[in-house]
C-alpha cells in the first residue's frame, strides 16, 4: 500500500491557515521551506492539518535518522516525564546525562580516554568546541573551509561559508577564523583528474598554512566530514587524512563536525569512520536526539579538560528527557542491522539518482553523497555545470505537490539532498524515488532542460 495519500490540493487549506498565522506572528528571517502545518508523523511519514499524508524525504533536516516518534523513544520520554522534566546540570547530577556521556565516550572514534560535553543545539557544539581546543592550545585561530555550515551563532556564523542568505547584514563576525578552500571534485577545473585535484588540494593546505595563518597560531581545524549544507560533498579519504597529518605535525586540534553527517546517516555511526581519520574532537545533534534538542561535543579527555572547573555548561543541558531520548536512538543505533541497513537503502537510491542523471544527463549534474547521504546537483548544462537554483526550487515543490517532502542545500541551493529517517521500507524508498524521478522529469520538460 502506497505511503503517500493526498485528500485535497497542497497545501490545503488548514495548512495554508496556520501558515498565515506564522506569518502574521514571527518574522519574515525565520526560515520556512515548505507551507505545510504538520499535525502528526511516525517513521517516514507525516500528516498535514487537512488530513494529507507526505513522505518526509527532509526528516527535519536530518534529525532523525531512527524515523519520527519511534517507540523506545516514545516510552522513554514518558517515563521520564513523569519522574524528572528539569535537573540543571550545574545545580545537581542525574543517570541520564552521565550514561549519555558514558555512551558517547565508548563509541567516539580513537583509543584514547574520552569526555563528553552536552549541550542542546548543533551551533553550542560547535562554539563549545572551538574554546575547548583554545583552552587546551592556547591559541586563538580557527580553521574553517568553502562551503562549510556550523550554525548561526555570532561565532558559527563566522565559521559558515555561504554569505548571502546566512550572514548578510549580521556582521560584525567573530575574529580569528580562516577560511581554506575544500575539495569538490565535481567542480574541478575541466581536464583535471579527481586524483590530482585531490593531490592539488592536499598541496594547497600546506600553502595556505603560509598563505592564510600560520599553523603555529591555529588551535582548531573544523571540518565536516561530509558537507551538509554545502551539498553533500564528501571530503576526499586521502585529503582528511593528509589534514589529520598537518594537524598532529603543527599541534593543531581536528575536529569533526558531525551534527549532520554523523549517527548513522552515512551508513557508520561517525562519518569520520569512512575514512579511517580519528577527530581529536567532534561534535554530534539532529539524529542523537530523534528530535529533541541536545547535542554534544565528545573527544580526548586532556584536551577537553583543558578548561577550568565551571567554565563549560549551560541550564538547559544534560535534559534528562533529551538524554534518554538519545540513550533509545544509541540503542537503536547499535543494533547490528541497523547501520547495515542503512547502507542498504543507500544502495537502492543511489541506484535510483543514477537513472535519474542517465534520463538527464544535462539537469542531473552530479550524484554525490556517502551511504544513505545523497544529493542531486542541477545544472543548467553538463559540461557548463552553470548552478540551476530555479530547477532546484522546481524539483522541490514539485515532489511537494506529488507527497514528498524534499529540500535543497548547496552553496549555489541547487543541490536536492536526501535526508529520509533511515528506518525506510524499500516500498518506502521506491516509491519516494518515483515521485522524486517523475517530479524531476516534469520540472525538466517544463523549463526547457536539454
Ligand atoms: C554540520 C553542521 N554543524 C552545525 C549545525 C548547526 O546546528 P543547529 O542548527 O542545531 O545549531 C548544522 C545544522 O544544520 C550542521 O549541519
Redo the contacts with the bound molecule.
Sequence with gaps: MASISLKTEIPGPLSRALVARREAATPQGAAKLTPLAIVRAHGATMTDADGNTFLDFAGG??MLAVGHTPDNVVEALREQASELIHMCGIVASHDAPVALAERLNAAAPGSEPKRTLLMN??????EAAVHICRSHTRRQGVVVFDG??????NL?LAMTSKFNLFKRGFGPFAPEVYRFGFPNVYRRPGGMTEAGFVDWHIELLGHNFTAVVDPAHVAAVVV?PV???GGFIPAPARWLRALRDLCTQHGILLVA?????GMGRTGRLWACEHSGVVPDLL?T??SLGAGL?I?AVVGRADVMNAPHPGGLGGTYSGSPLACVAALAVLDTLATPSFLRRATELGDRMRVRLVALQAALPNLVGDVRGLGPMLAIELVKSAAGREPWMEATAAVNAATLQRGLVTIRAGLHSNCVRLLPPLTLSDAEVDEGMDVLHQATLEVAAKMGAA
Design positions: 533536516i536530518g543545539s548543533g551551533a553550542e557544539a560547535v562549510a555550515y556550523h550554525g548561526r551563532s558559527t565536516e558537507q551538509g549544507e563536525d558531525e551534527v549532520q553527517c561534535t545533534a539532529k534538542p547535542s
